[in-house]
């Protein structure tokens, strides 16, 4: 593939990060609690050490789970934004659920995606304007989506570390022929590669840095990324939380999806 340099550099990245982690993988892991008690270990630290490294090569500022925001980048009109260990519980739990991911951030629309699966020994790439691939054995490969546009043939995936029941109870109302669970973003992969039709989390804690690479990827593999309510993400912003959760579809879906979640969330409403 012909990738751009900011493409290549990002892919150099998001590999030497996945050796690094997939490297103490294989060795005793331990963890500490951050102030907001998710888990970090030694191999969220030195992949985020090989990646930031890697991309200071390049001429954008960095915005990193795992570093001192700088604001400055607020002022840049091109930003990296990196999680250097996306499924860090999957991590510690070693359900080999989890991925490395870097995206390039272009006036707040993620320009290119890199995802790397170092336990699959894939690696996800997208560009705007340019598709979606996967290399994987040697060999580039297009993906794409599903063409499911009938909710009740829809396959949806929910968190496997953090599905409350509200969310279950939500997918089942849709009447979908299938729900599972799957760590990280291998639940936007899953759906940018046609083997799911959706994931969705109402959760409020989801970061820039979750969702960037996967929002390009999907994007250009032909589905659509929003928050519950429909509403664009944004991209280098001061406060980096995407509030209102996140639903990621094939497309075909994705707005009858959210017309059931407006809905529900109206009835949910308090009457005066």
Known sequence: MN??????LAIKAARQ???????????????????????????DIQSNGIIGDILATGDYPILTEEGVDDVSRLDAESVWVVDPLDGTTEFVNRTDEFT??????????????????????????????RGAFVYNGGMWKQIRTSQISDIS??????????????????????????LQSKGSSLKAVAVSSGEADAYLTFSNRIKEWDTAASHCILHEAGG???????????????DVCHSNGILATNGHI????????NKLRDLRKPTS
């Open 153 to 178: 043939q829809s396959r949806v995936l929910v968190s496997r570390t953090h599905n409350p029941v509200l969310e279950r109870d939500f997918v089942r109302r849709l009447q979908v022929n299938s």
């Open 3 to 8: 990738w751009s340099t900011d493409a290549q």
């Open 17 to 43: 990060g996945g050796e690094v982690v997939m490297k103490l993988y294989h060795k005793m892991v331990t963890y500490e609690l951050k102030n907001d008690n998710s888990p970090v270990t030694e191999a």
């Open 254 to 261: 994705h707005g009858y999806m959210v017309e059931h979640y």
């Open 100 to 129: 490395v991911m870097i995206s390039l951030v272009k006036k707040g629309v993620p320009v290119v995606g890199v995802i790397d699966s170092p336990n699959e020994g894939s690696t996800y790439v997208a560009e705007l304007g």
């Open 224 to 238: 659509m990324m929003t928050d519950m309510q429909g509403c664009r993400l944004m991209y280098n912003q001061a």
